[in-house]
């Protein structure tokens, strides 16, 4: 288990950027799958983009993102201080809710990456704000 602490969230202007941080503490294996969801009230929660990291990747790391979010986002990680970052551009206001981040320490993405339930872990939440 891990513990993960997500921050950088508030309010950004339509048309604007946010980056968003997911510090991990605890151990980290070399065969895990991040993911950054989010949840607008009255909906369910939804994938936003997920990041795999193992040896069977070229370069390491693979990445998936929602259809939403196809190149308005890009989802990272900082090995070294074990942070997963979401930036986000060109904000619309149906991209307010709150951001959790989350692991599956146990094994790399697979089909399954934009399935909730398969995340053992998960952060508290931040929430970004584009008004209208």
């Known amino acids: 288990q891990v513990t993960l602490v997500e921050s950088g969230g508030g309010s950004v202007e339509a048309g604007g950027s946010v980056r968003l941080s997911c510090r991990v503490i605890?151990?980290?294996?070399?065969?895990?799958?991040w993911a950054w969801f989010r949840q607008a009230p009255g909906k369910e929660r939804e994938i936003v983009a997920s990041?795999?990291?193992?040896?069977?990747?070229?370069?390491?790391?693979?990445?998936e993102y929602a259809d939403s979010m196809k190149g308005r986002c890009t989802i990272s990680r900082d090995n070294a201080d074990d942070t997963m970052f979401l930036e986000m551009n060109s904000l619309k206001p149906e991209d307010t809710a709150t951001y959790y981040c989350a692991a599956d320490l146990r094994r790399i993405c697979g089909e399954d990456w934009a399935d909730p339930g398969r995340y053992n872990n998960w952060g508290q939440g931040t929430q970004v704000t584009v008004p209208s």
């Open positions: 990041i795999s990291v193992g040896p069977a990747y070229a370069g390491g790391i693979s990445e």
């Open positions: 605890g151990v980290v294996y070399s065969r895990t799958c």
